[in-house]
Each structure stands twice: as C-alpha cells, then as structure tokens.
C-alpha cells in the first residue's frame, strides 16, 4: 500500500502537471466557479461544457448575479447540456447562500452539505480546489482508476464498493494538497485510463497497478449487466394560431424537465392512433379541442433511463381557450421568436422542422396549415 500511495503522490502528480489540459475552470478559482463547472461536468464531457461555463460567468459572474436572475434566463443558458435539475438547483443553492450565509460559501463540508442540490462529490470538489480541504472526489474517472489499480472485483454500484472506493480515494490524496490530488485522478482517468483501450504504456501508475500486472485492465471497473432500456412512443402537437403563432406549453418545476418550455402532448395510449393521442393530450394539458393534422417530423431522442420517439404533426383548435391545467404556463410565440425560450434537445429538433417548414419566412393562418 506504501508504493501505491508514493505513486499516487510522486508519480501521478508529476505526470499531471506535465500533460493537464487547460479549461477556464482552472483559473480564477473560486466556490463559484468550481460549483458550477463541476455541475456542468457531471454527466458532460469537458470539451463540451468550455463553451457553457464561458457562457455562464459572462452573463452570471457571481453568486448574486445568478441568484437573482430570472429562472428562464438560467435554464436557456443551461439548454443542451440536459439534466436541467442540475441548473435550477444550481440557483436554488445560490438564493440560499445568499439569505442564509451573506453570500459566502460556507467553508466546511457539512456546510457545503447543507446547499441545495450539493451532494458529496460537488462538496468535495468545491471544498478540495476552492477551500483548500482535504476531501477526496470519487466520479466514474476515479472509480475506474481505483478499480484498476486494485483490481477491484466486486460490483462498483454495490454500498459496498462505493463505501471502499472513498477509503481509497481519501487514503490516495495529499495531506493538504487535495485540490491537486483530486484532478490528477480525474485527469488520469479522462485522458490515460479510459473505458476503452487504456494507454497502459503512457500511465504513470502502471508499476503499482495490479489489473496491468494481470494483463486485463479492461475487465475493471465490473458493473451489473443494465435493464433493457424502456422505449415510449410521444406525441406533439404544434399548434398554430392566428397569424402564424404557435402554441407552447411550460412544464412544471416538479416534473422531468422542468421549467423548460416544449411543444404539449405526451405519450400514446394503446390502441391509439398519433392523431388520437396529441388530441387527447392537449385537451388534458390545456383543455383545447384539436385538429390534428399532417406529421411534421419524428425526433428520436435517447434520456439517461429511457428513449422516445417524438412525433410532431401540425394542428389547430377547434373549440375552447388554452389554460394551464397540466402545465405551469402557456405561450403563443411567432416562430422567430421561438429560440428564445429554453426548450429540450428533442423539442429543438422540432424547431428545426418549423423553420424548415417555411412558417417562419410567412405569416398563415391556422387554414393555411401545410
């Protein structure tokens, strides 16, 4: 165990210092700015989050400025990098700081704890690279590191595991260097030790790591086979108006997605045809009777525990008013002005098909639908 740790602290510092990546994360730390990139990066590639996180400090700066910005504005900046709850917690946590610690971060984990939406891997993110605490992270990158490195061969989703891997991760990092320690890890991981053919011959860990010395580091980390993905079929309704607007609907903040804006509907029923269900599930939305006409596209879009096929068709109101009723609001927006409201990858994609369409470029009424 004493050469593992030596390689973590010697070796595998030193190879980090020589081949890290430069991101804008990595300058001007502060709470803030380690927060909410390490919130961009959960479920996110790094080269994919550079321009979000460049985004996001130019038009949010400081915890303030984010606080009391309009929820629509945080979700529109956030929109394309999924898992939306994490920008509404990410504001959430910043109005608490304000109100409940005068806009300071509180400077010890059970305080970081304490945040809305902050668990035990963004706690120790912020307190080990901003706060200078001694809080070791474990995500997928260090798992799969530790998992190789001992050869470990239990289920990594287990308590178990999970409860192991922190034993390691906390014995494996430098006292008071744990900022240092943590994204050696991680960068090893992302760059060296990856899922798929690891670069064994350039990882500075290769001496005391017992997967390489068995010849099959690919067999670590070991994970349970996944369930069958379910798969639903949904429906949309794109709704025109008067003058060409389209109808929008606003999901409640309690549900998948929330607060982002789509186009309504919802999933088919069995026995149902399309038409059938956008019919039925704009009247259980927003209490409008429909006709539902031609399809205008099919979004196949893939979420973290399930996939959908998003049908799209054309459709106008044949009797009653919109009102929320399964919806936190509603919106008839010009097609222009459609991009301007946070909508989800698949609902973008249905964007896409309207300006493709030609409603954009000319003004028709709800008859002249194509």
Aim: charged share 25%; proline share 6%.
């Amino acid at each position: 165990m004493r050469k593992t740790t030596t390689a973590f602290h010697r070796d595998l510092v030193r190879w980090f210092r020589k081949n890290r990546r430069s991101f804008p994360w990595r300058s001007r730390r502060t709470p803030y700015r380690v927060w909410i990139s390490e919130l961009m990066l959960q479920q996110t590639r790094a080269d994919t989050a550079v321009p979000y996180f460049n985004r996001f400090m130019k038009r949010f700066p400081s915890l303030r400025a984010l606080a009391r910005a309009p929820r629509q504005d945080v979700l529109k900046l956030w929109e394309g990098l999924g898992y939306y709850a994490r920008a509404r917690n990410a504001q959430d946590a910043a109005r608490f700081v304000i109100e409940h610690h005068r806009g300071v971060f509180p400077r010890t984990r059970e305080g970081l704890l304490s945040l809305p939406g902050i668990g035990e891997y963004s706690a120790a993110a912020i307190g080990s690279l901003a706060l200078g605490l001694d809080l070791a992270v474990v995500d997928g990158n260090v798992i799969r590191v530790l998992s190789r490195v001992m050869a470990y061969g239990g289920d990594i989703t287990s308590s178990a595991a999970k409860k192991k891997f922190q034993q390691w991760a906390d014995a494996f990092i430098l006292p008071g260097r744990a900022g240092l320690s943590n994204e050696s890890v991680m960068e090893l991981g992302a760059l060296v030790c990856t899922p798929r053919n690891p670069r064994c011959g350039e990882c500075p860990l290769w001496k005391v790591c017992k997967a390489f010395a068995r010849g099959n580091p690919e067999r670590y980390p070991l994970k349970k086979k996944k369930a069958k993905v379910p798969h639903k079929i949904v429906g949309a309704g794109v709704v025109v108006g008067r003058g060409g607007k389209v109808l929008i609907a606003q999901r409640k903040e309690t549900s998948m997605l929330g607060g982002l804006w789509e186009f309504p509907g919802g999933t088919r029923e069995r026995g149902e045809t399309m038409p059938e269900c956008i019919r039925r599930e704009l009247m259980e939305e927003l209490g409008i009777d429909t006709e539902v006409g031609p399809r205008l596209i099919v979004v196949h879009h893939a979420y973290s525990h399930f996939t959908i096929d998003l049908h799209a068709h054309w459709a106008r109101i044949v009797k009653g008013r919109p009102c929320a009723i399964h919806c936190m609001d509603f919106a008839w927006v010009s097609p222009k002005s459609l991009r301007r409201y946070p909508f989800s990858a698949a609902d973008l994609k249905i964007i896409d098909a309207i300006e493709r369409s030609g409603l954009v470029r000319r003004r028709v009424s709800a008859k002249m639908l194509p």
